[in-house]
């Protein structure tokens, strides 16, 4: 299976960058510890591929309506700006 994310780099409220992503993925089972387990596994493949990650969500779609899942600053990202298009792929 091929997963599509954005991986960015945006300044924080602090001043300093912050290096992220937002994959393109739901998990099989939609609850909170589905959601983590994707996430981390997720993560964890992108530091694989090279990419620095200091923050991580996952965007899906759930009953029409758009849902991010992670890291707060990834999440407040997406809410503030909207979905950002893939730059990258990871096969799982």
């Known amino acids: 299976m091929t997963i599509e994310f954005a991986h960015l780099r945006e300044r924080s ?4 960058n912050v290096d992220f992503v937002v994959f393109d993925a739901k998990p099989n089972n939609n ?3 589905a959601r ?7 993560t964890a493949k992108a ?4 990419k620095k990650v200091d923050a991580s969500a996952l ?5 029409g309506q758009v ?3 992670g890291d707060r600053f990834a999440v407040d990202y997406v809410s503030k700006v909207g979905v950002p298009s893939p730059t990258h792929t ?3």
């Open 13 to 16: 409220t602090t001043g300093q």
């Open 59 to 63: 965007v899906y779609e759930e009953n």
């Open 36 to 42: 983590n387990a994707l996430l981390f596994q997720l």
């Open 90 to 92: 990871l096969d799982i």
């Open 47 to 50: 530091r694989l591929a090279g």
């Open 31 to 33: 609850t909170p510890s």
């Open 67 to 69: 849902r991010v899942w």
